[in-house]
């Protein structure tokens, strides 16, 4: 596969003037492998109701209803997760009660990255999609203005993006999710995005590497860029991603932004 793969060959160009970003996976290596965390500690919930399923009948199962909300504020997962256990018969606890359980369990997994970049044992491109600082420096250096929206808590998020040194490329353009959810959604951001910027949809951009923000960018008639990164070997393509993106309709699928040259061009060039 080459480095940009073109799904759509009649992207307007040079029309772009705002660009809104998803974070884990898009920019974010910090919490790879959370599906990892989320996943069993799921099925341990699941389990404990007597269900007389196995663990990989509920494995596939937490999995096809996470990875569908991937990209949605963490709490429409542990909503989800609620109604299952409701389902076989079990007690659920408050969908925030899940969420800060999977929060603690997360931690365990991500402490040591977030020490290291704290203490300068690790620099920030060790824990970013391979390119991000050169796609932000390049983007902003058009005049264009840059938004960071992210399913995550937004402490979280703020936290993590200044660890990563890449905050300065939004400036108070951070969102992310709250306890009082039904205030944010990637869906609100960009409509605020459109309205406060008078934006037409072709003069939006938007890099994802979740089904949502995909949608959401092309729902108002945005270009969509798909980061199908692969967060382990961090380089080629995760096909699962890029074919759950393509279905999203995205229009262009890169794996990082070592491919930025070409990518500016198809973007920009005329």
Not at 145 to 169: C, I, Q, R, W
Request: proline letters at 3%.
């Amino acid at each position: 596969m080459t480095d940009i793969e073109i799904l759509r060959h009649d992207i307007p160009k040079g029309r772009i003037r705002s660009v809104v970003f998803d974070f884990d996976g898009t920019l974010s290596l910090i919490r790879e492998g959370w599906p990892l965390v989320m996943i069993p500690m799921m099925v341990d919930f699941l389990r404990a109701t007597g269900t007389p399923e196995d663990d990989a009948t509920l494995t596939q199962h937490v999995e096809d209803f996470v990875m569908r909300n991937n990209g949605k504020q963490t709490i429409y997962q542990m909503i989800d997760l609620a109604n299952e256990v409701t389902k076989r018969g079990g007690a659920p606890l408050d969908p925030l009660a899940y969420k800060h359980e999977y929060h603690t369990r997360l931690m365990h997994r991500i402490q040591g990255r977030l020490d290291a970049l704290i203490g300068g044992q690790a620099a920030p491109d060790d824990w970013t999609v391979p390119g991000s600082h050169s796609v932000l420096q390049a983007l902003k250096d058009r005049g264009l203005t840059l938004y960071l929206a992210s399913g995550t808590d937004v402490e979280f998020v703020k936290n993590e993006a200044e660890l990563l040194g890449v905050s300065p490329y939004f400036g108070e353009h951070i969102y992310g999710a709250l306890d009082d959810y039904q205030n944010f959604s990637k869906r609100m951001i960009i409509e605020r995005i459109m309205q406060e910027n008078h934006l037409a949809g072709d003069e939006l951009l938007g890099f994802g590497d979740g089904f949502v923000e995909i949608e959401e960018v092309k729902r108002v008639g945005g270009v969509a860029v798909a980061v199908a990164s692969d967060e382990v070997n961090r380089q080629g393509i995760n096909a699962w991603k890029r074919d759950r993106l393509a279905l999203a309709g995205a229009d262009l699928v890169i794996g990082d932004y070592r491919c930025l040259d070409r990518l500016v061009a198809l973007l920009f060039e005329r």
